[in-house]
């Protein structure tokens, strides 16, 4: 196991400086130039080149692209995650703000996804060919389906403007305000757990159904054991095992979160972050954010494959 995780450490270096390098590659490839970004408009036509000159001096902007690279990535290896050239401060402490609550509003919907999405597959596979299938599989389908942004437009229009329940945008943390955080927070949650809800409980049905098929759980009843025993200790560690992967890519958006509801509900998170850093052409903000993100998501591919071999004992790694 030991050399296993070391084997894959080595192949996430491998794979963060692959994709440093096509991120920093990438963002200059963007058309415009990031100092004309935060010029006022107003003082743009009375810049004057060696002024523009002296801008891209101060940040890098004028060394040879290898230089750039270098200065960047070795920036984040010491720890500097360089200076957002809009907003004028440190691209780690923007992160800082933004994180926390992109992981406020990830995490209540990863829980609420796990709690609701899970059981409800386990209970269609038990239930198989029941209304209660053919119900909580046709809302899997349709939460499958349904396009994240246009249920957060109808939530909002719907208990914000219509019914005037809830705030349709804003964000405030819930150490300042715990009501207020509650109810800001209400319409964005249920946006972002709708899908990995729908998504969790289709492959615990199908996981499970594949399960109950086995010859040991055929066994299982033919011994006698009473329906939870049977289903609780024998078919559904073995039923996980998929749902794990799903599970594992859920945890990178409890830091990513969603775009596209940050952008509805104006909510300062990481998606949207990432989002106005590349409207704004701000290189240091697009590589960090990417480059963390890229880590998340290597780390919790490391975190679900390990898990396999508790789940399944039949699971070696050499």
Known sequence: MGSYIIRRLVVLVIVLLIVSVIVFI????????????FIPQEELQYATEE???ELRHEYGLDKPLIMQYFDWISGVVRGDFGISIVQKIPVLQLISQRVPISFHLGILAFIISLVIGVPAGILCAIRRGTWIDTLVTSLA???????????????????????????????T?????????????????????????????????????????????RTAWSKGLSEQVVIFRHALKNGLVPIVTLVGMGVVHIIGGSVLIETVFNIPGMGRLMVTGVLTHDYPVIQDTVFIFTILVMLANLFVDISYGWLDPRVKYS
């Open 51 to 53: 002024y523009l000159d």
């Open 173 to 217: 943390s819930p150490f300042t305000d715990f009501w207020k955080s509650t109810r800001q927070s209400i319409l964005p949650v249920i946006c972002l757990a709708i899908p990995p809800i729908a998504s969790n409980a289709r492959l615990a049905r199908s996981s499970m159904l594949e399960v109950m098929r086995q010859d040991y759980i």
């Open 141 to 171: 389908n349709i939460g499958t389906c349904i396009p994240v942004f246009w249920l957060g437009i109808l939530l909002v229009f719907l208990f914000g403007v219509n019914l005037g329940w809830l705030p349709t945008f804003g964000y």
């Open 26 to 37: 990438a963002v200059r490839l963007l058309p415009g130039d990031p100092i004309l970004m």
